[in-house]
């Protein structure tokens, strides 16, 4: 037997031990998930990957990471177009700098209702933002609920636009949010969504935006005690794959992909509809005031510079702007 160097030895014992300990999957997939444990989100995309890994026999095995600890949501979205991350759920707010035609989603008052969202986004019309973002590398396979979206602080309910004015609020990163809150005469900061409880607790920042479930899960509603019904921003979510991961699927397991986004989406929106009920009453129990304000029409008003302003930049997309708004 041909005597081996101490060091030869040493590798050849971890290289038998990764292959003791590799997975006898093909392909191992890494999920991003900004949500925590519990979330609608969370619980949704954690069976997508069950399901991905039990349907290809595990050909495929997926591993959601929760919590945004692989980075904030832009960061996030360029790893996915890179390959270094396979999936995700994405809100489409923060999409707009990287694919301009789904800034459309992040102009206020858009969309009616949620159904009425959920209405566009599984037709026609959904399938042109889709296609948008797969010629960026992101595969949409199928979409969230975000709910809709209203503003909550720290220093007093907001009934009218005058009472925003000179509120440091956090908004999500795209420069539409920063208008929007300017329009309505606060201050808007661009801010990751891990970093907002901190800088709500300091008064770094008086407020921020958001639905009840992340309202309530971010503890966000610890400090801001105030939250006002305005519902000015509806915005849909997606569960997407790297192109990069996508094309290297045979159509076989493409389809069983498909079919489990598509299943963990029904699951989602399910769980979604509980949860809003549920974290509304969660963050009222716990001496949250919440007000619904009564002249939307107010907000929506100060919107319309806005409109004109992205039509005027954006004339291609004012079609489709016109379309979601003639759909019931
Ligand atoms: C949540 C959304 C997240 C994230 C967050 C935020 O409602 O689900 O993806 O966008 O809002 O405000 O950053």
């Not at 992040?106 to 959904?126: A, C, N, R, T, W």
């Not at 009934?159 to 920063?178: C, F, I, Q, S």
Request: aromatic share 8%; net charge negative; charged share 25%.
């Amino acid at each position: 037997m041909q005597f081996m160097t101490p060091i030869r030895a040493a590798m050849a014992a971890a290289v038998a031990a990764v292959a003791l300990t590799a997975p006898v999957h093909a392909d191992t997939w890494r999920g991003w998930n900004i949500h925590p444990k519990g979330y609608p989100n969370t619980t949704a995309i954690e069976k997508f990957a069950t399901d991905v890994d039990k349907a290809t026999d595990g050909k495929l095995s997926l591993k959601v990471y929760n919590g945004g600890i692989l980075g904030d949501q832009s960061d996030a979205i360029e790893q996915l177009r890179a390959g270094a991350l396979e999936f995700a759920n994405f809100n489409l707010g923060p999409m707009g700098p990287v694919v301009p035609m789904t800034d459309v989603l992040s102009l206020p008052y858009l969309f009616k209702s949620p159904e009425q969202m959920h209405h566009v986004m599984d037709g026609p019309i959904g399938k042109e933002f889709a296609a948008a973002m797969e010629k960026k590398g992101i595969v949409v396979l199928s979409w969230y609920d975000g709910g809709s979206r209203s503003f909550y602080n720290t220093k007093h309910p907001i009934e009218t636009p005058a009472d925003m004015k000179g509120l440091k609020l956090r908004v999500m990163n795209n420069d539409l949010y920063v208008q929007m809150v300017a329009q309505l005469g606060g201050n808007a900061t661009p801010m990751a969504y891990g970093e907002v409880y901190q800088a709500l607790k300091t008064g770094v920042i008086d407020g921020a935006e958001n639905n009840f479930p992340s309202y309530d899960s971010s503890n966000h509603y610890e400090v801001a005690k105030y939250y006002s019904v305005d519902d000015h921003l509806i915005l849909p979510e997606c569960l997407c794959i790297s192109k990069k991961a996508w094309d290297k699927l045979d159509p076989a397991l493409q389809d069983e992909v498909r079919k489990a986004a598509i299943a963990s989406a029904d699951d989602q929106r399910k769980l979604w509809a509980e949860d809003v009920k549920k974290s509304e009453a969660q963050v009222k129990a716990s001496g949250v005031k919440v007000n619904t304000v009564k002249d939307k029409a107010a907000f929506q008003d100060a919107m319309k510079p806005i409109y004109a302003k992205f039509e005027t930049e954006h004339p291609e997309f004012k079609k489709v702007i016109e379309q979601i708004q003639a759909t019931e």
